[in-house]
């Protein structure tokens, strides 16, 4: 069994040490965040590796970031064992950085891999690598309104062969890219998707499996063509209820009581859909994790009983939704709400608050980072 992947080994350092090699501390100090980050698109100067074979792990290394050297031949390029995380460093009040709860996408991770028959990491291993990418790249967690290190973690399999069949070889990587916010501000029109489907009962859509986005990127560009900036997926086979985002969970404000669907097979239970079912209980509000049919939704809207609609996902943190769109160009506005009136923008805040150590709660879900 041999790894089909290489990636330079001089100088480099087990994460969790204190010091990087100098050569890795210079290209950190060097780095410069451009004045408009985007999301996702700058990347940070090193990341995170660790190689998989003969059952196990190797000790994960911090090296430059750098392309990886694959085989034409290797799986994941041709049967998608592939699987990602997406969570965030924040810039806590007080200069220090943190994460906010990784111990559920360590989970999540592994989840993933159990069900694309991948090896599961071993959730500190996991731990300690976000941990201390975000130590060795504290200098450029940015602090701007909405802004954090975006963290990448994934793993493929690199066995050669195009027989179709598990591989035994894998590597795990975590990438970091300094973000802005997911949305530029303004309004977020969903297109509702009646035709394609991202998730099916027994697929893979409950787990952050590379190939569900690669299937959904038809109906986002649709979307966009009708000016909407989201997807809003139904269910596979009838088509009569709502699922979730192409990369985020819905909500719902019916009658000052939020709705979200139930977790099924279909659709990823997010951290932040599970914070803010947390918050929510916390500021008294009823949550209602039932089934939504869309023909119900769309008649709450019209008749006024429907306030809200948000999306959210680490990425877009908590983005209201102003309106849903037909392919045929019927649309469904919601009303604009003040922040007084408006129970998402709320939720907002106090999310944002928590994850930058600015609210002390109940739950205990930052971790500030330290060397
Ligand atoms: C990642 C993701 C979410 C949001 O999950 P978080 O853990 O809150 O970031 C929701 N839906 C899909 C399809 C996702 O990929």
């Known amino acids: 069994m041999m790894s089909t992947t290489k990636t330079t080994n001089s100088g480099t350092t087990p994460p969790g040490t204190l010091g990087l090699p100098p050569h890795l501390s210079q290209l950190v100090a060097d780095f410069e965040l451009p004045t408009s980050l985007g999301f996702g698109q700058v990347m940070a100067p090193i990341m995170v590796v660790s190689d998989f074979s003969d059952g196990q792990w190797s000790a994960p290394t911090t090296v430059s970031y750098q392309p990886l050297v694959l085989d034409p031949a290797c799986k994941s390029l041709h049967y998608g064992q592939l699987i990602f995380e997406g969570m965030k460093t924040f810039r806590l009040n007080d200069g220090r950085v943190a994460l906010f709860r990784p111990e559920l996408n360590a989970r999540r991770f592994n989840t993933s891999a159990r069900r694309m028959a991948m090896p599961e990491l071993p959730e500190e291993l996991f731990l300690q690598a976000v941990s201390s990418l975000s130590y060795h790249l504290r200098s450029i967690v940015p602090c701007g309104h909405g802004e954090s290190l975006y963290l990448r973690p994934l793993m493929l399999a690199t066995d050669v062969g195009l027989s179709l ?23 977020v029109t969903a297109l509702i998707e009646r035709l394609d489907a991202r998730a099916a009962p027994g697929g893979t859509g409950a787990y952050k499996v590379a190939g569900n986005y690669g299937s959904s990127i038809r109906a986002d560009i649709k979307a966009t063509h009708l000016n909407c900036q989201q997807t809003l997926w139904l269910d596979a086979v009838n088509k009569t209820h709502i699922e979730e985002f192409s990369g985020m969970n819905f909500f719902a404000v019916i ?7 139930p977790l099924c097979d279909s659709i990823l239970g997010g951290v932040t859909r599970d914070s803010v079912i947390h918050l929510a209980h916390g500021m008294g509000l009823r949550v209602n994790e039932a089934p939504i049919p869309i023909e119900t939704l769309l008649a709450a809207i019209r008749n006024g009983t429907c306030t809200e609609l948000f999306a959210c996902g680490t990425a877009a943190v908590i983005s209201p939704v102003h309106a849903l769109a037909e392919r045929d160009g019927t649309v469904y506005e919601l009303p604009v709400l003040e922040f007084e009136l408006s129970i998402s923008l709320k939720l907002r805040k106090l999310l944002v608050d928590i994850q930058n150590g600015a609210h002390l709660t109940n739950y205990d879900w930052i971790r500030p980072v330290t060397p």
Do not use: E, M, N, Q
């Open 165 to 187: 069949k598990p591989a035994s070889t894998y590597k795990f990587l975590v990438i970091a890219s300094p973000s802005g916010a997911y949305f530029a501000s303004g309004k």
């Open 255 to 261: 009658d000052g009581a939020l709705w979200t669907p």
